[in-house]
């Protein structure tokens, strides 16, 4: 069982920014996509962003793209989400995920995901 800890959820004002990680236990992480979904109250869970760990590959949600990054540490065994321009569209719970799938279509799905997070809030203000 992989346990992934979500952390640097906050507040903060449109504009703004903020950066998310994600740290995993599994000792290698090579095999995976890590994905980062947000979900707002009252609306569905959706994709934001992703990395393959092992082809650096990287996706993005249009909603975010050029406004997020998305990189892993490798000493931390952790991937990182930076968010700026924060808009409070963007206030959500954001969970990262393990999938073991490739390719732009797949990794943007949340049934391809087998481990998830607890989650970590992000709030902005307007």
């Known amino acids: 069982q992989v346990r992934l800890v979500e952390s640097g959820g906050g507040s903060v004002q449109a504009g703004g920014s903020l950066r998310l990680s994600c740290a995993a236990s599994e000792r290698t992480l090579s095999t995976y996509t890590i994905g980062w979904f947000r979900q707002a109250p009252g609306k569905e869970r959706t994709f934001v962003a992703a990395m393959n760990w092992r082809y650096n590959t990287t996706y993005y949600a249009d909603s975010v793209k050029g406004r997020f990054t998305v990189s892993r540490d490798n000493a931390k065994n952790a991937v990182n989400l930076d968010m700026s321009s924060l808009e409070p569209e963007d206030s959500a719970i954001y969970r990262c995920?393990?999938?073991?799938?490739?390719?732009?279509?797949?990794?943007?799905?949340?049934?391809?995901?087998?481990?998830w997070g607890q989650g970590t809030q992000v709030t902005v203000s307007s």
């Open positions: 995920a393990l999938t073991t799938s490739l390719g732009s279509v797949q990794v943007r799905m949340i049934k391809v995901y087998s481990f």
